[in-house]
Nanobody
Framework: QVQLVESGGGLVRAGGSLRLSCAAS????????MGWYRQAPGKQRDLVAG???????VYADSVKGRFTISRDNARNTVYLQMNSLEPEDTAVYYC?????????????WGQGTQVTVSS
């Protein structure tokens, strides 16, 4: 079994910054793509940013130039640096990963961390 644990959410004023972390643990034998999704109240869960094992990133248009995703393969951790935050970024942010374990390749979600941006 694989667990994803997020940290780093909180309350910040518009224009501020936050850094989210997500550590994968458990019976991991490999990690492929990792990413961050977010879900605001009454809305669907959308991709914010993803990163392949080789480090190639992909971003939602709404966060390009403000957010940076990175990963540390040795630590099985993915990060999301969020700058120039806007009230529209307020949401629960979820970590997601494709992980190999004794059960094969499966997709996993973290429990979510709240990010609130005040105007």
């Amino acid at each position: 079994q694989v667990q994803l644990v997020e940290s780093g959410g909180g309350l910040v004023r518009a224009g501020g910054s936050l850094r989210l972390s997500c550590a994968a643990s458990g019976s991991i034998t490999g990690l492929n793509t990792m990413g961050w999704y977010r879900q605001a109240p009454g809305k669907q869960r959308d991709l914010v940013a993803g990163i392949m094992r080789n480090g190639r990133p992909v971003y939602a248009d709404s966060v390009k130039g403000r957010f940076t995703i990175s990963r540390d393969n040795a630590r099985n951790t993915v990060y999301l640096q969020m700058n120039s935050l806007e009230p529209e970024d307020t949401a629960v942010y979820y970590c997601n990963a494709d992980a190999y374990s004794d059960y094969g390749l499966e997709n996993y979600w973290g429990q979510g961390t709240q990010v609130t941006v005040s105007s």
